[in-house]
C-alpha cells in the first residue's frame, strides 16, 4: 500500500499524467503493448496456495488503462453480463483515481476483486473490445484492471459502500450464497430491502469457497466482499437448509414476501463404467470442497482427503484443471488430465491450462477412461484408456469424440478425480411441488425477468443454467432482483 501511495505522490507518476494529458492520440494508444500479469514461479507456487497471478503495480495499472480509446460505442459493457461501465473505471484508473474506479465497478458489481480473478473475460468483455473486434490485437487487459481498482480500495483500508436506497421493510430471502445469491442480496440491499441469506454449509460463499482454490481466488479475498454486503444490511444465515430446516411456508410466516433460489449445481455426475465405486475415486466436487472448505490436505484432520502420487482428473473444463493442479500442490508426482477431445476443444480457460502445464500437468488428450481396476484391499490402482478420434459436430457445435477401435492402454494411477459436470441441487425443487422443472432437473423461469412457476420464486445461477460462470451467475442475481423489485413494487 505504502509502495503504491509513494508512487502516486512521485514525479514519475506526475511526468505520467502529465504525458497522458498531452498525449490524446488514440494511434500512440493502440501502439502500446498490453500489460504483462506478473505470476509467481511455478516451482515455488506448487508446494503452497500462493495465488499464482501477482496483481499490478500502480503504474502497470494506469499504463494499461492508457491503451483504452473510449469508444463513443464501448461494445466491452454488452460483453459483460453485469453491465460494468468498463470505460468510465478504467478511465479512472488512467487519472489516477483508483478509488473512484472501484466505485464505478461497485455501481453494478458486489464482487469486483472475485471477477477481477475468476471471470472469463477473454470470452466476454475483452473478446467485445475494439482491439479484438476492428484491430486484432490484443484487448485491453480489462481484468486486470478490475482486479487492480478492488485490490487498491481493499489495501487502502477506505472500502465504500454504494448508496442505498431508503429501508422499504419488506423481507425477501436469498437461498445459496454463491455469486448469484450474492450479486442478488447487494441488488435487494441498494433498493432497501431487508435481506437474508440462508446459506447450508457453514461457511458463506458457495462456490466461491468449496469450488475454487486459495491459489486462484483467496478466501480472505471473498471474505471481504462478504463484510461489504453485510455493511449494506445484509443478513446471513449459515447451516440452513431451505426446504429441509425449514420448508418456503415457514419462512412466509416470518414474513418474507419473495424468494430468490441461487442453491446451484452441487451433485456430481460421473460416468457409470466399471469400477467407478472403487476407493480412491472421487468426485471433482468432493475433493475440491474437502480440501477447500474442511482442510483435508491436512492429514490431521477429522476427514483426510485421498490423494496420490499418480493422480488422474477426467475433464477438461476449469474445475478440472482447479482438480489437477491441487493434486499437484498435495504432492502428486504425475497430474494428469484425461480429456476425451482435442486441447483446442478445452472448455477451460487458456490461463488456466498455461499455468497447469507450466506446473507440470501432463495432458492425455483424445483418450477417454473405460475401465478402473484395484488392488485386493479395493483401492484403485490402474485405468484403461482408450483412443479417441474426432468425428461429426455434435448438438453443442463441437466436433464428437468417437473410440478409435483397438487403441487402448493401462496406466497405473493411486487417485482419480472425476470432473465431467454437476447437476442442479434437488432440495429446493423437491420442496415445492408446484415449482416448474426440466427435465435436467433445472427450475423453469422466464428468461427476461427469471421468475419461476411460483410468481414469488425467482432463480438464477447453475440451478437454472446447469453449470455456468460465475460472471453468468452474477448476471442473472442483479437481473433477478431488477425483476423482483418490479413485482415487489406492482404487488
Same mark, same amino acid.
Given at each position: ?223 471481504? #466482499? &462478504? $463484510?461489504?454486503? *453485510?455493511?449494506? %444490511? /445484509?443478513? =446471513?444465515? +449459515? ?112 490461463? #488456466? &491450462? $498455461?499455468?497447469? *502445464?507450466?506446473? %507440470? /500437468?501432463? =495432458?492425455? +488428450? ?126
Amino acid at each position: 500500500m505504502e509502495n503504491r501511495d509513494s508512487y502516486l505522490k512521485s514525479e514519475r507518476a506526475q511526468e505520467w499524467r502529465e504525458k497522458l494529458r498531452k498525449s490524446k492520440n488514440n494511434k500512440e494508444r493502440t501502439l502500446q503493448e498490453r500489460v504483462k500479469m506478473p505470476e509467481a514461479d511455478p516451482q515455488l507456487r506448487i508446494q503452497s496456495y500462493v495465488e499464482v497471478n501477482s496483481g499490478l503495480s500502480a503504474e502497470q495499472a494506469q499504463k494499461e488503462a492508457s491503451r483504452c480509446i473510449d469508444c463513443p460505442n464501448p461494445t466491452c459493457i454488452t460483453g459483460c453480463p453485469v453491465e460494468i461501465n468498463i470505460p468510465k473505471f478504467i478511465k479512472r484508473i488512467e487519472e489516477g483515481e483508483f478509488l473512484e474506479a472501484a466505485k464505478v465497478l461497485k455501481e453494478t458489481s458486489s464482487l469486483p476483486a472475485v471477477c477481477g480473478r475468476v471471470c472469463p473475460q477473454e470470452k466476454q468483455c475483452e473478446a467485445n473490445c475494439f482491439y479484438t473486434q476492428k484491430l486484432k490485437k490484443e484487448p485491453v487487459a480489462i481484468g486486470y484492471l478490475e482486479r487492480f481498482a478492488a485490490d487498491y480500495e481493499r489495501e487502502s483500508g477506505k472500502i465504500s459502500v454504494p448508496e442505498i436506497q431508503e429501508k422499504n421493510g419488506i423481507k425477501v430471502a436469498c437461498i445459496g450464497s454463491g455469486p448469484a445469491g450474492l450479486t442478488f442480496a447487494g441488488e435487494m440491499a441498494k433498493k432497501g430491502y431487508d435481506v437474508t441469506v440462508f446459506e447450508a454449509l457453514h461457511e458463506i460463499g458457495g462456490v466461491l469457497k468449496y469450488g475454487i482454490p486459495e491459489f486462484r481466488l483467496p478466501n480472505e479475498i471473498v471474505d471481504v #466482499e &462478504i $463484510e461489504g454486503l *453485510k455493511k449494506m %444490511g /445484509v443478513k =446471513f444465515e +449459515t447451516n440452513f437448509i431451505v426446504g429441509k430446516t425449514a420448508p418456503i411456508e415457514d419462512l412466509k410466516e416470518e414474513g418474507f414476501k419473495a424468494f430468490f433460489a441461487g442453491s446451484g449445481a452441487g451433485l456430481p455426475r460421473f460416468m457409470n463404467i466399471p469400477g467407478e465405486n472403487y476407493i480412491g475415486i472421487l468426485s471433482s466436487n468432493e475433493y475440491l470442497t474437502r480440501i477447500n472448505l474442511m482442510h483435508a490436505a491436512d492429514k490431521n484432520t477429522d476427514t483426510p482427503v485421498v490423494s496420490g502420487k499418480n493422480v488422474v482428473v477426467v475433464g477438461g473444463g476449469n474445475t478440472a484443471m482447479d482438480s489437477v493442479r491441487t493434486a499437484k500442490r498435495l504432492g502428486a508426482d504425475r497430474a494428469i488430465i484425461v480429456y476425451r477431445r482435442s486441447m483446442e476443444e478445452m472448455p477451460a480457460r487458456v490461463e #488456466e &491450462i $498455461e499455468h497447469a *502445464k507450466e506446473e %507440470g /500437468v501432463e =495432458f492425455m +488428450t483424445l483418450s477417454n477412461p473405460i475401465e478402473y481396476f484395484a488392488n485386493e484391499k479395493g483401492q484403485v490402482n490402474k485405468v484403461k484408456i482408450q483412443k479417441m478420434e474426432l468425428g461429426e459436430p455434435d448438438a453443442s457445435g463441437r466436433r464428437r469424440p468417437v473410440p478409435v477401435e483397438g487403441a487402448e492402454e493401462i496406466i497405473d494411477v493411486d487417485t482419480v478425480v472425476v470432473a465431467v459436470g454437476v447437476s442442479p441441487n434437488p432440495i429446493v425443487p423437491d420442496s415445492l411441488p408446484e415449482l416448474e422443472v426440466t427435465s435436467w432437473g433445472t427450475i423453469k423461469v422466464e428468461e427476461d425477468t427469471l421468475q419461476s412457476s411460483i410468481p414469488e420464486m425467482y432463480a438464477g445461477g447453475d440451478i437454472v443454467r446447469g453449470g455456468a460462470t460465475v460472471i453468468l451467475a452474477m448476471g442473472d442475481g442483479r437481473k433477478a432482483a431488477q425483476s423482483m423489485d418490479v413485482y415487489l413494487k406492482n404487488k
